[in-house]
Protein backbone atom coordinates (compact mmCIF):
# COMPACT_ATOMS: atom_id res chain seq x y z
CA UNK A 1 0.00 0.00 0.00
CA UNK A 2 1.38 3.27 -0.38
CA UNK A 3 1.58 5.41 2.15
CA UNK A 4 -0.50 8.80 2.20
CA UNK A 5 -1.40 11.20 4.16
CA UNK A 6 -4.76 12.42 4.61
CA UNK A 7 -5.70 16.00 5.43
CA UNK A 8 -9.29 15.95 6.87
CA UNK A 9 -10.04 20.08 7.34
CA UNK A 10 -12.87 20.41 9.88
CA UNK A 11 -14.59 23.67 11.24
CA UNK A 12 -17.12 24.53 13.36
CA UNK A 13 -20.75 23.46 12.42
CA UNK A 14 -19.20 20.99 10.05
CA UNK A 15 -21.56 17.92 9.49
CA UNK A 16 -20.66 15.15 11.71
CA UNK A 17 -21.57 12.17 9.16
CA UNK A 18 -19.82 14.46 6.41
CA UNK A 19 -16.84 13.39 8.43
CA UNK A 20 -17.33 10.04 10.13
CA UNK A 21 -18.26 8.53 7.45
CA UNK A 22 -14.59 9.40 4.54
CA UNK A 23 -12.77 9.25 8.39
CA UNK A 24 -14.13 4.98 8.87
CA UNK A 25 -13.08 3.98 5.60
CA UNK A 26 -9.69 5.81 5.18
CA UNK A 27 -8.37 4.63 8.92
CA UNK A 28 -8.82 1.14 7.97
CA UNK A 29 -6.16 1.64 4.91
CA UNK A 30 -2.90 0.45 5.83
CA UNK A 31 -0.54 3.66 5.31
CA UNK A 32 -2.98 6.11 5.09
CA UNK A 33 -1.91 8.51 8.07
CA UNK A 34 -5.04 10.98 8.91
CA UNK A 35 -4.15 14.53 10.19
CA UNK A 36 -7.31 16.51 11.66
CA UNK A 37 -6.81 19.89 10.99
CA UNK A 38 -8.44 23.29 11.83
CA UNK A 39 -7.78 27.11 12.12
CA UNK A 40 -6.65 25.97 15.85
CA UNK A 41 -5.82 22.74 17.63
CA UNK A 42 -8.17 21.54 19.89
CA UNK A 43 -12.07 20.54 20.37
CA UNK A 44 -13.60 21.74 16.79
CA UNK A 45 -17.68 21.20 16.93
CA UNK A 46 -19.74 20.17 14.83
CA UNK A 47 -23.59 20.58 14.11
CA UNK A 48 -25.52 19.38 16.76
CA UNK A 49 -22.53 19.78 19.28
CA UNK A 50 -20.44 16.86 18.87
CA UNK A 51 -16.66 17.46 19.42
CA UNK A 52 -13.43 16.49 17.90
CA UNK A 53 -9.90 16.89 18.69
CA UNK A 54 -7.75 18.97 15.70
CA UNK A 55 -4.26 17.60 15.85
CA UNK A 56 -3.33 20.15 13.42
CA UNK A 57 -3.68 23.67 12.77
CA UNK A 58 -3.70 25.57 9.79
CA UNK A 59 -0.52 27.90 10.65
CA UNK A 60 1.82 24.37 11.16
CA UNK A 61 1.22 24.35 7.11
CA UNK A 62 0.39 20.66 8.02
CA UNK A 63 1.86 18.38 4.63
CA UNK A 64 -0.75 16.60 2.93
CA UNK A 65 -1.09 14.67 -0.13
CA UNK A 66 -4.87 14.40 0.05
CA UNK A 67 -7.00 17.51 1.05
CA UNK A 68 -10.48 16.93 1.90
CA UNK A 69 -13.30 19.38 2.78
CA UNK A 70 -16.55 18.62 4.49
CA UNK A 71 -20.04 20.38 4.51
CA UNK A 72 -22.06 21.83 7.38
CA UNK A 73 -23.80 25.09 8.17
CA UNK A 74 -20.26 26.68 9.50
CA UNK A 75 -19.59 26.85 5.33
CA UNK A 76 -21.06 29.96 5.34
CA UNK A 77 -17.98 31.40 7.80
CA UNK A 78 -15.65 29.87 5.45
CA UNK A 79 -16.71 31.65 2.51
CA UNK A 80 -16.27 34.74 4.11
CA UNK A 81 -12.45 34.15 5.63
CA UNK A 82 -10.13 34.63 2.57
CA UNK A 83 -7.06 33.45 5.02
CA UNK A 84 -8.84 30.27 5.14
CA UNK A 85 -9.90 29.80 1.58
CA UNK A 86 -5.75 30.85 0.77
CA UNK A 87 -4.98 28.08 3.01
CA UNK A 88 -7.49 25.36 1.17
CA UNK A 89 -5.92 26.99 -2.23
CA UNK A 90 -2.49 26.22 -0.94
CA UNK A 91 -2.88 23.02 -0.35
CA UNK A 92 -5.01 22.24 -3.27
CA UNK A 93 -2.64 22.98 -5.69
CA UNK A 94 -0.07 21.11 -4.63
CA UNK A 95 -2.25 18.06 -3.85
CA UNK A 96 -2.65 14.57 -5.62
CA UNK A 97 -6.26 14.93 -4.78
CA UNK A 98 -8.58 17.72 -3.88
CA UNK A 99 -12.08 16.10 -2.56
CA UNK A 100 -14.97 17.04 -0.62
CA UNK A 101 -18.34 15.76 0.69
CA UNK A 102 -21.62 17.78 1.03
CA UNK A 103 -20.99 21.47 0.78
CA UNK A 104 -17.52 21.14 1.49
CA UNK A 105 -17.37 21.29 -2.54
CA UNK A 106 -18.49 25.08 -2.49
CA UNK A 107 -15.43 26.05 -0.91
CA UNK A 108 -13.16 24.37 -3.29
CA UNK A 109 -14.92 25.87 -5.71
CA UNK A 110 -14.55 29.64 -3.72
CA UNK A 111 -10.82 28.87 -3.38
CA UNK A 112 -10.58 28.16 -7.45
CA UNK A 113 -10.06 24.48 -7.36
CA UNK A 114 -12.91 23.28 -9.34
CA UNK A 115 -12.32 25.92 -11.94
CA UNK A 116 -12.93 23.91 -15.10
CA UNK A 117 -13.66 20.50 -13.09
CA UNK A 118 -17.22 18.37 -12.94
CA UNK A 119 -18.38 18.10 -9.48
CA UNK A 120 -21.16 17.89 -7.37
CA UNK A 121 -22.44 18.66 -3.88
CA UNK A 122 -25.79 18.29 -1.49
CA UNK A 123 -29.13 18.41 -3.93
CA UNK A 124 -30.18 21.47 -2.04
CA UNK A 125 -26.55 23.10 -2.90
CA UNK A 126 -26.13 22.19 -6.34
CA UNK A 127 -27.46 25.89 -7.71
CA UNK A 128 -24.65 27.68 -5.56
CA UNK A 129 -22.49 25.23 -7.32
CA UNK A 130 -22.91 26.12 -10.57
CA UNK A 131 -23.06 29.96 -9.64
CA UNK A 132 -18.90 29.46 -9.51
CA UNK A 133 -19.28 28.11 -13.37
CA UNK A 134 -18.25 24.37 -12.00
CA UNK A 135 -19.59 21.78 -14.32
CA UNK A 136 -22.13 20.49 -12.03
CA UNK A 137 -23.57 16.51 -11.54
CA UNK A 138 -26.03 15.13 -9.49
CA UNK A 139 -24.56 12.04 -9.04
CA UNK A 140 -23.75 10.36 -5.95
CA UNK A 141 -19.67 10.97 -6.69
CA UNK A 142 -18.22 12.97 -9.55
CA UNK A 143 -14.76 12.20 -10.20
CA UNK A 144 -12.76 14.10 -12.97
CA UNK A 145 -9.31 13.86 -13.21
CA UNK A 146 -7.94 14.28 -9.24
CA UNK A 147 -10.81 16.01 -8.04
CA UNK A 148 -13.47 13.70 -6.27
CA UNK A 149 -16.84 15.00 -4.80
CA UNK A 150 -19.33 13.52 -3.00
CA UNK A 151 -22.97 14.00 -2.42
CA UNK A 152 -24.68 14.88 0.76
CA UNK A 153 -23.88 13.53 4.05
CA UNK A 154 -24.22 10.05 3.34
CA UNK A 155 -22.87 10.36 0.17
CA UNK A 156 -19.10 10.61 2.16
CA UNK A 157 -18.93 6.83 2.87
CA UNK A 158 -19.52 6.16 -1.24
CA UNK A 159 -16.99 8.89 -2.23
CA UNK A 160 -14.43 7.49 0.54
CA UNK A 161 -14.49 3.89 -0.70
CA UNK A 162 -14.58 5.15 -4.52
CA UNK A 163 -11.44 6.70 -3.77
CA UNK A 164 -10.21 3.63 -2.04
CA UNK A 165 -11.36 1.82 -5.24
CA UNK A 166 -8.90 4.24 -7.51
CA UNK A 167 -6.29 4.54 -5.27
CA UNK A 168 -5.38 1.08 -3.69
CA UNK A 169 -7.35 -1.13 -5.58
CA UNK A 170 -11.10 -2.71 -5.93
CA UNK A 171 -10.04 -5.79 -3.56
CA UNK A 172 -9.30 -3.57 -0.31
CA UNK A 173 -11.96 -1.77 -1.10
CA UNK A 174 -14.55 -4.40 -1.47
CA UNK A 175 -13.07 -6.08 1.93
CA UNK A 176 -13.42 -2.46 3.86
CA UNK A 177 -17.28 -2.12 2.13
CA UNK A 178 -17.96 -5.70 4.02
CA UNK A 179 -16.33 -4.90 6.91
CA UNK A 180 -18.41 -1.95 7.75
CA UNK A 181 -21.67 -3.66 6.23
CA UNK A 182 -22.34 -1.04 3.98
CA UNK A 183 -25.70 -2.60 2.99
CA UNK A 184 -28.01 1.02 3.02
CA UNK A 185 -31.46 -0.16 3.14
CA UNK A 186 -33.60 2.99 3.89
CA UNK A 187 -36.75 2.98 5.46
CA UNK A 188 -38.65 4.91 3.57
CA UNK A 189 -37.23 5.58 0.17
CA UNK A 190 -37.32 9.19 0.33
CA UNK A 191 -33.43 10.48 0.71
CA UNK A 192 -33.17 11.96 -2.88
CA UNK A 193 -35.67 14.56 -4.27
CA UNK A 194 -35.64 11.82 -7.16
CA UNK A 195 -37.48 9.93 -5.29
CA UNK A 196 -39.16 11.79 -2.38
CA UNK A 197 -42.83 13.01 -2.63
CA UNK A 198 -43.32 16.72 -3.09
CA UNK A 199 -44.44 17.52 0.37
CA UNK A 200 -41.26 16.28 1.69
CA UNK A 201 -39.19 18.04 -0.64
CA UNK A 202 -40.94 21.22 -0.15
CA UNK A 203 -40.74 20.63 4.01
CA UNK A 204 -37.19 20.96 3.55
CA UNK A 205 -36.41 23.28 1.17
CA UNK A 206 -38.41 25.67 4.09
CA UNK A 207 -36.58 24.38 6.66
CA UNK A 208 -33.23 25.49 5.30
CA UNK A 209 -34.17 28.24 2.97
CA UNK A 210 -32.77 31.05 5.40
CA UNK A 211 -28.84 29.16 5.19
CA UNK A 212 -29.72 28.81 1.74
CA UNK A 213 -30.63 32.45 1.37
CA UNK A 214 -27.86 33.66 3.62
CA UNK A 215 -25.26 31.44 1.23
CA UNK A 216 -26.29 32.16 -2.00
CA UNK A 217 -25.51 35.95 -0.98
CA UNK A 218 -22.04 35.65 -0.16
CA UNK A 219 -21.62 33.24 -3.12
CA UNK A 220 -22.73 36.30 -5.28
CA UNK A 221 -20.93 38.99 -3.04
CA UNK A 222 -17.77 36.31 -4.00
CA UNK A 223 -18.23 36.07 -7.43
CA UNK A 224 -18.88 39.80 -8.10
CA UNK A 225 -15.45 40.72 -6.33
CA UNK A 226 -13.40 37.62 -8.29
CA UNK A 227 -13.46 35.24 -5.71
Known sequence: MAERKIGMVLFDGFTAQDFIGPYEVFSRVP???????????GLIEAEGGLKIAATDSISEDPEMDILFLPGGSGINDLLKDSSFLEFIRGKGIRAEYVTSVCTG????????????????????????LKLFGVDVSADRVVADRNRVTGGGVTAGIDFALY???????EILARQIELGLEYNPAPPLRCGHPD???RQTIEREISRTSGIYKERERIIRGLISRGK
Open 163 to 169: LVCLLEG
Open 195 to 197: IAD
Open 31 to 41: GWKIAIIAKMK
Open 105 to 128: SLVLAAAGLLDGFRATSHWRSLPL
